[in-house]
């Protein structure tokens, strides 16, 4: 995706190396006692979780565009004014996202 987003090789390995190399630690008393792999990326609350989210929202809604485009699905329309429809497929907000087919 970050390829496909115009991002070169080395800002996508260095995103790799960052989600790959994930390590915990416990605090025991107010001292880290070891470190362990994380086994599914990186943690929830993690800034850059949020980040990932974009990315993968961003991908998501050139699917879903092209998915109308295409004639694949149809959104909510909202509004019809002086011959320009406006029509809701799906929102983004935060971590939700909603479709809206009708």
């Not at 990326?41 to 109308?68: C, T, V, W, Y």
Request: net charge neutral; proline share 2%.
């Amino acid at each position: 995706m970050l390829s496909q987003m115009g991002f070169g090789g080395r800002w996508t390995s260095w995103i790799k190396f960052c989600i790959s190399t994930v390590k915990f630690s416990i605090l025991i008393n107010g001292s880290p006692e070891g470190f362990f792999n994380a086994h599914r990326g990186i943690r929830q609350g993690d800034p850059l979780s949020l980040f990932l989210f974009i990315i993968a929202m961003e991908g998501l809604d050139n699917m879903h565009n092209i998915a109308k485009i295409t004639g694949r699905i149809q959104g909510f329309e909202v509004s019809k004014v002086a011959g320009n429809n406006v029509e809701i497929t799906h929102l983004h907000y935060a971590d939700d996202t909603h479709f809206l087919w009708g």
